[in-house]
């Protein structure tokens, strides 16, 4: 049996394409195009690269781009301030502060600050409530993103037995609860979790979001199975030279590759499709807010 590559990246441009049809429809419906406010806070290097691809990506889609940058001394009232600004401006339509932030801000007041139909993130409280009681929201980028490669690529997921390992709340809980939606039978396993291998090993559908660099080997892969790796880890490659480094998933490729049916590589897999879903919740926010029709995306 050959194992299907699932090409993130290819899909990713599809979506964006769709986003810019509906962020179109909206923008004559309007008058302008749906805006998405980023906000970064200090100097942070990867976030610094997450978000001139997110503006670069929001502006190829027809929809506004607006940065805010803050200095990392910034304190907590003056982000809240901030926030609070832009929920009040009818004309931004999706807030997005890029984590994390310096260790004098509370990260889950700031979350929970934002309006949460401008929440873009999917991480308000509400958003995440109504999620979890299977409501309409706003639903964090990075899952939303591994649900619509799991559709493509096996169609109904109903009645699949899904193993979700990690159980963050930007991507384990709500990709549990994402699942089982999808009338998946759904397993949330973590660092605690006994014999874990074997309850991996039982799974249809197996997604790795634990934050550890190639953790899942072929062993914890059921013959056949749809493994989804939302893990992206730098670690160091001395083949390539002193001091370079080489991106991985949480999922050690080439073993788990052997067993699976089908596969996301790192890079190229779920990364892309969070950028492009976060353009989804933006057209989305927009549409809801202004009661406009576009199409189920």
């Keep these: 049996m050959e194992t299907k590559i699932i090409d993130g990246k290819a899909f990713s441009e599809k979506l964006v394409e769709t986003v810019a049809v509906e962020a179109s429809k909206i923008k004559s ?110 639903v964090p980028c990075t899952p939303y993103g591994c649900l619509l490669l799991l559709r493509d690529q096996l169609g109904s997921l109903s009645g699949l037995n899904a193993v979700v390992v990690g159980r963050s709340n930007i991507v384990g809980k709500p990709m549990a609860q994402l699942l089982l939606k999808e009338s998946c039978t759904v397993t949330i396993a973590h660092s605690r979790t006994k014999d874990l291998k074997e309850v991996c090993a039982r799974a249809d559908i197996l997604v790795a979001a634990v934050g550890r660099a190639e953790m899942i080997d072929g062993d914890y892969v059921k013959p056949g199975a749809t493994v989804i790796d939302v893990g992206i880890n730098r670690i160091a490659a001395p083949e390539r030279g002193e001091g370079k480094f080489r991106l991985t998933g949480d999922v050690d490729y080439d073993s788990a590759a052997a067993k699976a049916g089908a596969i996301t590589p790192v890079p190229g897999g779920v990364g892309p499709m969070t950028i492009a879903c976060l353009l989804r919740n933006t057209a989305v926010a927009a549409a809801r807010r202004f009661n406009v029709d576009i199409a189920d995306i």
């Design 29 to 138: 419906a309007i008058g302008r195009p749906p805006a998405l406010a980023v906000v970064l806070v200090g100097e942070n290097s990867a976030s610094k690269v997450y978000v001139r691809n997110k503006i670069e990506r929001t502006e190829a889609a027809g929809m506004r781009s607006i940065e805010h940058k803050l200095d990392v001394d910034t304190d907590q009232a003056t982000l809240l301030a901030l926030i609070e600004e832009m929920n009040n401006d009818d004309a931004v339509d999706g807030i997005l502060v890029q984590l994390p932030l310096p260790d004098q801000i509370d990260e889950d007041a700031v979350i929970n600050a934002v309006a949460p139909e401008k929440d873009v993130d999917g991480f308000h409280v509400v958003n995440a409530g109504l999620l979890a009681t299977g409501q309409d929201s706003l």
